[in-house]
């Protein structure tokens, strides 16, 4: 069973900035996409990021590129985050997620999710 955790979530300012992590275990496979969608109250969920597992090839909504980084650490199976000049419509639960590959629509398995709230 794929287990995720994710921390890191908070209040900041606009303009701020968060690192989120995400924790991974029991996977069984080495090939699928790792990453991060998003939910605001009364939206759709969103894809936000993905890192893939076989090459490291990482993708971004269109919004947040330029500002959002992925990066991926193997040794620890965690998975983060960097979110710079945050804006108040990143407001959003934020849950780590994966996929059989990050072209996928479909996640697989996701944790708790962590709130990101920016806010002045």
């Known amino acids: 069973q794929v287990q995720l955790v994710e921390s890191g979530g908070g209040l900041v300012q606009p303009g701020g900035s968060l690192r989120l992590s995400c924790v991974g275990s029991g996977f069984t496979s080495d090939y699928y996409g790792i990453g991060w969608f998003r939910q605001a109250p009364g939206k759709e969920r969103e894809g936000v990021s993905c890192i893939s597992s076989s090459d490291g090839r990482t993708y971004y909504l269109d919004s947040v590129k330029g500002r959002f980084t992925i990066s991926r650490d193997n040794v620890k199976n965690t998975v983060y985050l960097q979110m710079n000049s945050l804006k108040p419509e990143d407001t959003a639960v934020y849950y780590c997620?994966?996929?059989?590959?990050?072209?996928?629509?479909?996640?697989?398995?996701w944790g708790q999710g962590t709130q990101v709230t920016v806010s002045s």
């Open positions: 997620a994966t996929k059989s590959s990050c072209k996928s629509r479909n996640y697989v398995y």
